[in-house]
T-cell receptor, first 116, second 112 residues
Framework: AQTVTQSQPEMSVQEAETVTLSCTYDTSESDYYLFWYKQPPSRQMILVIRQEAYKQQNATENRFSVNFQKAAKSFSLKISDSQLGDAAMYFCAYRRLGGSQGNLIFGKGTKLSVKP | NAGVMQNPRHLVRRRGQEARLRCSPMKGHSHVYWYRQLPEEGLKFMVYLQKENIIDESGMPKERFSAEFPKEGPSILRIQQVVRGDSAAYFC??????????FGSGTQLSVL
């Protein structure tokens, strides 16, 4: 069975600095999707970034980028120029290529605090 | 275009009662997904529905839990004879086919 592990329960970053959140996963599949979701205090999950495993190029969305290491099964999220609004829980998630759209496997999350 | 609407926001039930959680997907979305989030945990997939059909219920407990998404009206997640272990946040998401998921703000179920 696939698993997703986030080894950092909490992280802290100074405003305008860069922070990296770690995620590792375990799968025997060769093709799959990986995601980072943000859950602010409002609790509504928001997609931050998505990576297809067959793409070697790391995904980027504005200040958010990933370091996808397929052989190491690692999928870290880098947040540059951190802003106060980035403070939230961040969840890494996995989905099988043939799986249903919403059948995601989530890690336990990392709580990110941003200091002014 | 309103987002995914879940109600109630908070629901309190006594052991043995029934809980009914509602989810209205975004306009134009015909795919709905339900998740459960226990404290200090990530979301766990429960069920995926299209209008009037259950597509994937691999994460749904075999007993006491059921879900529907009728032709008209919201999707309903129903939990019969609730127990303390059912206390959790229940989230719904919706999408069009093969597109990005949009999540609601969840229903916090507390079982006394």
């Amino acid at each position: 069975a696939q698993t997703v592990t986030q080894s950092q329960p909490e992280m802290s970053v100074q405003e305008a600095e860069t922070v990296t959140l770690s995620c590792t996963y375990d799968t025997s599949e060769s093709d799959y999707y990986l995601f980072w979701y943000k859950q602010p205090p409002s609790r509504q999950m928001i997609l931050v970034i998505r990576q297809e495993a067959y793409k070697q190029q790391n995904a980027t969305e504005n200040r958010f980028s990933v370091n996808f290491q397929k052989a190491a099964k690692s999928f870290s999220l880098k947040i540059s120029d951190s802003q106060l609004g980035d403070a939230a829980m961040y969840f890494c998630a996995y989905r099988r290529l043939g799986g249903s759209q919403g059948n995601l496997i989530f890690g336990k999350g990392t709580k990110l605090s941003v200091k002014p | 275009n309103a987002g995914v609407m879940q109600n109630p926001r908070h629901l309190v039930r006594r052991r043995g009662q029934e809980a009914r959680l509602r989810c209205s997907p975004m306009k134009g979305h015909s795919h709905v997904y339900w998740y459960r989030q226990l404290p200090e945990e990530g979301l766990k997939f429960m069920v995926y529905l299209q209008k009037e059909n259950i597509i994937d219920e691999s994460g749904m407990p075999k007993e006491r839990f059921s879900a529907e998404f009728p032709k008209e009206g919201p999707s309903i997640l129903r939990i019969q004879q609730v127990v303390r272990g059912d206390s959790a946040a229940y989230f719904c998401a919706s999408s069009t086919l093969n597109e990005k998921l949009f999540f609601g703000s969840g229903t916090q179920l507390s079982v006394l």
